[in-house]
């Protein structure tokens, strides 16, 4: 598995895709989930929080820190680990994180393999994400799910057998 970054539409299951085939990975995992509250804030917002995709959900923290769009301090640390790095998802709040973003083109310019899911939208941040060389961008949808969950899991026995 090299660099797969999943796009589509909200809500058909790019997250679970990629928590799934995480699942399947041999070797460490590094990187980033997001959350997304399902409770609004005081301003009517529904805040959405970065995470290290290794951390368990119990030990996770909501505090302004770590805010998706605020992730430019330490977010790009979060790219640094070893393994397969799931970033999950990108999306266009870290409009303002330039950090950041330079992080993730630098890991998807690199060795590492990546699995990603990235928002279906017009963007400069993820157009950019989307046109990094060598990366394949495969869309998602309800109807073709389970097929693509499938074939990535071949995919990732072939790279990385069973002991």
């Not at 460490?28 to 529904?46: I, Q, W």
Request: glycine share 10%; net charge positive; with cysteine.
């Amino acid at each position: 598995m090299d660099k797969i970054l999943i796009c589509g539409p909200r809500g058909v299951g790019k997250s679970t895709l990629i928590r799934r085939l995480a699942a399947l990975y041999p070797g460490p995992v590094s990187g980033f989930v997001t959350k997304r509250l399902t409770t609004a804030d005081g301003e009517g917002m529904f805040p959405i929080y970065i995470h290290p995709a290794a951390q368990p959900e119990d030990r996770r923290q909501y505090g302004p820190e770590n805010l998706a769009g605020r992730c430019d301090e330490w977010g790009p640390r979060l790219l640094a680990g070893p393994g397969l790095l799931v970033m999950d998802e990108l999306g266009f709040l870290e409009r303002d994180a330039s950090r950041f973003q330079a992080a993730v083109l630098v890991a998807l310019r690199g060795p590492q393999p990546v699995l990603a899911a990235v928002k279906n939208r017009d963007d400069p941040f993820l157009r950019a994400v989307r046109s990094v060389p060598g990366v394949r961008v495969l869309y998602i949808t309800r109807d073709n799910r389970e097929g693509l969950y499938r074939a990535l899991a071949r995919e990732l026995d072939r790279v990385h057998p069973a002991e």
